[in-house]
């Protein structure tokens, strides 16, 4: 069984152009309580954060609500993502899942969150909303 925090407010999945130079207000949002998680590639620019700190001129995609792993967690642990993931899979439930240092996260749509926190409910885990 995990404990699974639902954390406030509306995410957005953002894609900026490769090379861009993120604002200064999307990096206000780590002094807060808000998860901002950055990915850089050749092909471009990822961005999970906030809706409302979402980048000028990204494409994005809002109403996400996002999901933590109760944490911190052992490096050596395995398994984990695999077991918030696979039944919002069964549930048929779209999944962003990303991980930090610490622990894993998984955004789902605002739409379907009830469908998804039923189902980790009936996978046995603890959803803290």
Same mark, same amino acid.
């Given at each position: 069984m995990l404990d699974v925090a639902l954390l406030p407010g509306v995410y957005? *999945? /953002?894609?900026l152009p490769a090379g &861009? *130079?993120?604002p200064p207000r999307l990096w206000g949002a780590l002094a807060g309580r808000d998860v901002v998680t950055v990915s850089w %590639? %050749?092909?471009g620019v990822s *961005?999970? /954060?906030p809706a409302e700190r979402a980048p000028a001129g990204a494409d994005v995609e809002t109403a996400w609500r996002c999901l933590r792993l109760v944490? +911190?967690?052992d490096a050596a642990v395995t398994g984990t993502? =695999? =077991?918030l993931v696979d039944p919002l899979t069964r549930a048929r439930v779209d999944v962003v899942a990303f991980s930090t240092y610490d622990t894993d996260h998984v955004l789902v +749509? &605002? *739409?379907r969150l009830a469908e998804a926190t039923s189902a980790l409910e009936r996978a046995g885990h603890r959803v803290h909303k």
């Open positions: 957005a *999945v /953002c894609r &861009t *130079v993120l %590639t %050749t092909d *961005v999970i /954060c944490g +911190p967690l993502l =695999a =077991a +749509p &605002t *739409v």
